[in-house]
């Protein structure tokens, strides 16, 4: 299943697709298993002249341990699957690694807005540039994401950087990702949030390190463009 | 309430009721009981009809619905789903499946029919109580319809009715449709709060002499669980559908984040009822798997105590594992970890009884009528469902997971075979038992085999568009790049749901046919043991001709040394071999 | 099993497993869901107020005088309502009468005081929409009005049922309504010290 997931150019999306590769084989395994004994079941002990039922209650321990020692196996391997998880999860979401470049994500029905804080590398200045459904970020670089919401509850969701965020009006929220591959990817919104849900389609644009300086170049045309790549100060943690 | 020295009915015995009283306003659990069937079957065509109309537009998007061109603008234009509409479809699908069907089909229908049967008892403890129920739900429902016709349309928030897009009508374009689903729902919710009353206090009150607990069909044992799991949950969302009506109605701030509200508040008070909700619905059905198969195995159900336990485990359990729901949402990050063990933990008790289900095959002498097939395809089919929620309990998982088909698919895998899958069994276990007349099995098989290759079919797909992020409650997934290699999946699940629902007119005609011309049904056809089985099929009013007395438990098949495979809970000795 | 049930209705509905009758265990399980139901608003609120750093300013303007007033109205009528029981207990129907009446009029009390309240309340500009703080006192004030309410109803139909042909059949029912009235009482026991106190 993991070939249907679309191309990852993160640095943390490998971690979720081995976490997804790990439960996926161990289920499997668990599932064919299961099914397999069940139909085996289901054949052998079909009704059949002269084959009585046999009279078993599976009410002492011996007979119970047939179904509690796989459990015992099941839960320790799903508590396998937490620590595999535990940490990808906090790396994306609690810990965020300092530097790289700020953006700052609004959710509206129905588009979402980049706003980019400039040369001056401060938000609510007057180099400020807000673009309509474009996130425009270098390549290697860390990304700093804060995201908030106008209206209603939307989901910030990169398919190929396995980023998925919900927007909260009246919350701030910080998250962050690191591209690894150059090209456009787009962007979806993951949560119900009016009529035109289907239509909020952004688009992650991962800039090679002079296409990026070109880019810039082009918004902040005055300004010394080097000073503006350069990366901003280390950040307080996540959650805020 | 019932008094102990008054007649249960508010009449004597032995008075002929006007038609009224006896088929519409009953007070008898039986006629209830179908009521609330009926009911259930009447709102799953709607809720199939919501399914068939999203499932084109995913398929062919923009396209016109064959049949549909008479629906008036602005609902629908010359038969295409536009995507205000699409919204409401999703939304009333989840609400009439969940809250509209499966509840009044497992617990309305089933839990009514059978508790007072299987414990002995003449009726439920308070039989006009319970009559209010149905005609609450009843009027709920009809509010429910009657919301697709105001102006602004149905609701359109998802089943979920997140803030604060439902906060407001001016996110959501729908003014009277979500006021109306509210107190639909509020509704809805009073009616189970006066049938779990019934059921707890019939089942634990009630019982035969003899009836001890560990002696109770587990039928009724999860039915019980499902009232206490629903009676301790649905408060605080009750109390969250008021705030949310005020927000909506008269300028309240609970969920206005501009004005002091919090939009997380609502996701709270949501899935805290939310969670425990769908066990509600699982855990009947698996109560019907769990009676049907030791009569179709002849021998006990493997672990009774065992899944007595993991029941009650799960449920305690599901009180604590509602923020699954929510790991995206917004919450501190830190609260992942703990809600991803309490998820996982969760598994346990499931494992249990799915291995003890399992377990109950081996050694058995199993036939496979229609009842049989489905409670096997149930079971089989189940296992999908949970073991993909392991996918989803994984927070890290989640991240990428949530809110995409991958969580349609899972749910779908776990409530379609526990409801529909169960219910049907159900249906074909004591439609004799209830109309008093057998259902043909030939019909009964072409359901099933459609039913179980249909269902698969859309679903399995649905996993693929998942994992290849398909986000949900998308009018047009074909918007995106990313997407547009996912329309021959779309297509087949189409294809396949119209095949579904296809197959389920074999059921609609054996069920009428057999309503009227179908083989007279003894008192107990499927020769099983408990106290349902033990009366006249269909029962007669007052259900026992005398108080039962139980000797034993429930699920006695296939003892040693007996003339007969099977040995009735009533029956006070068996007879031995070769007598 | 009751002795007395069997002798008097040797039927399936008299059966009683616990030591309750069915319309005890009954109410009981209707008051646990019923507790979710207060327990879920007042929960939210205790969290809301907490995150929002106490709404100081904003509970200033309730008015706790006259909340002690309606409480003592309500604690009172609780006492009124276990009198009822205890004289229908000892099988006299005048005093289950007359505090079964006492109940309903201080019930009827407590709601006209709310009432009053809340026209102050409004008047000087405190609505519902006014912030989040007003926002959960009406709702929850109003639920538990509408609880009383609905008690009020209960308690006056009991009324006239002892004082017509209930008398003795019902007797019993006046434990239930008083299990329910006790539980009005004691979510105001909540409220009162959250809303007006804090």
Known sequence: MLSWFPQNISTFGGDIDSVFSLIYYIVGFWFLLTEAVLFYFLIRYRRRRGQAATYSRGDTWSELAWVLIPVAIVLALDLGIDAAGGPVWAKIKEQRPPGGVEVLVTGKQFNWNFTYPGPDGKFDTADDVTIENELHVPVNQNVQLTLRAKDVIHSFFIPNVRLKQDVLPGRTIKGWFNATKAGQYEIACAELCGFGHYNMRGFLIVHEADDYQQWLKKQWPSTDTAAAAAPAAPLAPAHS | MQAVAEPLHGHAHGEELSFWRKYVFSVDHKVIGRQYMSLALFMMLIGALTALLIRWQLAWPETPVPGFAWVPEPTMFAGVVPPEFYNALITMHGTIMVFFVAMPFLLGGFGNFLIPLMVGAEDMAFPRLNMMSFWTIFTASMILVASFFVPGGAAAAGWTGYAPLSADPQFTGVNWGINLWLIALALEFASFLMGGVNFLTTAINMRAPGLSLMRLPLMVWMQLTAAVLFMLSVGPLVGGAVMLLFDRTIGTAFFQPARGGDALLWQHLFWFFGHPEVYVVMLPGFGVLLEVFPVFTRRPIFGYKAIIYSTIGAGVLSFVVWAHHMFVSGIDPRLATPFSVTTILISVPFAIMVFSMVASFRGGSISYPAPMLFAVGALATFLIGGVTGIFLGSAAVDIYLHGTYFVVAHFHYTLFPAVLFGGFAGIYFWFPKMFGRMMNETLGKIHFWITVVGFNCVFIPLFLAGAAGNVRRVYNPMQYDFLKHLAPIHQFATIATVVLLIGQIPFVINFFWSLFAGQPATDNPWKANTLEWATASPPPHGNFEKVPTVYRDPYEYSLPGLAEDYLPQGVPAPAPRGV | ?198
């Not at chain 3, 509905?13 to 069915?22: I, K, V």
């Not at chain 3, 006056?156 to 309504?177: C, D, M």
Request: some cysteine; charged content about 15%; hydrophobic content about 50%.
């Open chain 3, 1 to 198: 099993m009751s002795s007395v049930a069997i002798a008097e209705h040797p039927h399936a509905d008299s059966r009683e497993f616990t030591a309750q009758p069915l319309g005890k265990v009954g109410v009981w399980w209707f008051l646990a869901s019923e507790i979710m139901v207060f327990g879920g608003l007042i929960g939210s609120y205790i969290l809301s107020r907490i995150a929002a750093g106490g709404w100081v300013a904003e509970r200033a303007h309730v008015n706790t005088r006259i909340a002690i007033i309606n409480t003592i109205v309500l604690v009172t009528s609780s006492f009124t309502v276990v009198k009822a029981h205890a004289a229908a207990e000892a099988d006299d129907r005048e005093r289950t009468r007359w505090f079964m009446l006492a109940t309903v009029l201080l019930g009827c009390t407590f709601l006209c005081i709310k009432g009053f309240e809340y026209s102050r309340e409004i008047e000087h500009g405190f609505t519902p929409a006014t912030s989040l703080f007003w926002s959960f006192y009406y709702t929850m004030t109003g639920l538990h009005g509408l609880h009383v309410l609905v008690g009020i109803i209960i308690n006056f139909a009991l009324f006239l049922a002892v004082g017509g042909g209930g008398w003795p059949r019902i007797k019993h029912r006046i434990e239930y309504a008083g299990l329910y009235w006790h539980f009005v009482d004691v979510v105001w026991i909540f409220l009162f010290p959250l809303l007006y106190l804090a």
